[in-house]
């Protein structure tokens, strides 16, 4: 008797650790954070590009695949660190996550008024939900980004550089890593199945 083929076929995707996930989230934050602290914003954003599209490389090689969501935010830091750099005006990076997360939350909330769950088709490997339980965290999730957008422009329009650069490595993510958990009475609550 064989043993079981736990090989990945050709064109389909291997799964990523969520610890690799982390690092590779993580990573090019922290570098960001540090360049930033030694050699000022500019010199962070160059990094942070760099490190963004090196990460999001390697998830490919691990994977087979680009993750949608760390594909998108790469687009966007590698747009708007290209215009910080270019014009030398770090506005462009300071409201990136602002766009982002208002785009997350407009595809969001846009699909569930076309009838669509996109939030389903991004977690639904990882969860099996009734429809009313995606729809409710599909708009738990919309209203949180919307809430971080608000709070990224809070934070650059009224403090330092250094403090926004600060918040955004260790406010943001700490901020959606609770906002997760949070949720679990609900994905509980909603779940298929009690597995």
């Known amino acids: 008797m064989s043993a079981p ?3 990945s076929k050709p064109g389909e995707a291997k799964q990523e650790s969520p610890l690799v996930r982390l690092l590779l989230d993580l990573g090019p934050l922290l570098l960001f954070f540090g360049i930033n602290a030694y050699f000022g914003i500019f010199a962070a954003t160059a990094v ?6 090196v990460a999001l490389i390697l998830s490919r090689m691990l ?3 680009f993750a949608k969501m760390p594909l998108v935010t790469a687009v966007f830091v590698l747009l ?5 750099l270019y014009l030398q005006d770090e506005i462009f990076i300071k409201v990136k996550p602002t ?3 208002l785009l997350f939350a407009g595809i969001l909330l846009g699909g569930i008024a076309v009838k669509r769950v996109f939030l389903q088709s991004l977690l639904g490997e990882a969860f099996d939900l009734e429809a009313q ?3 409710k965290l599909t708009f738990r999730w919309a209203w949180f980004f919307i809430f971080l957008a608000a709070l ?3 934070v650059w329009r009224s403090f330092s550089t250094d403090i926004w650069v600060s918040f955004k490595v260790f406010g943001l993510l700490p901020l959606t890593l609770i906002f997760a958990a949070l949720q679990v009475g609900l994905l509980q609550k909603h779940a298929k ?3």
């Open 5 to 7: 083929d736990t090989q």
């Open 48 to 53: 942070f590009m760099v490190a963004i599209t």
């Open 63 to 65: 994977t087979g695949q």
């Open 80 to 84: 708007f660190g290209g215009l910080t």
């Open 99 to 101: 766009i982002i997360y």
């Open 133 to 135: 339980g995606w729809r």
């Open 152 to 154: 990224n422009e809070f």
């Open 193 to 195: 199945s009690a597995e």
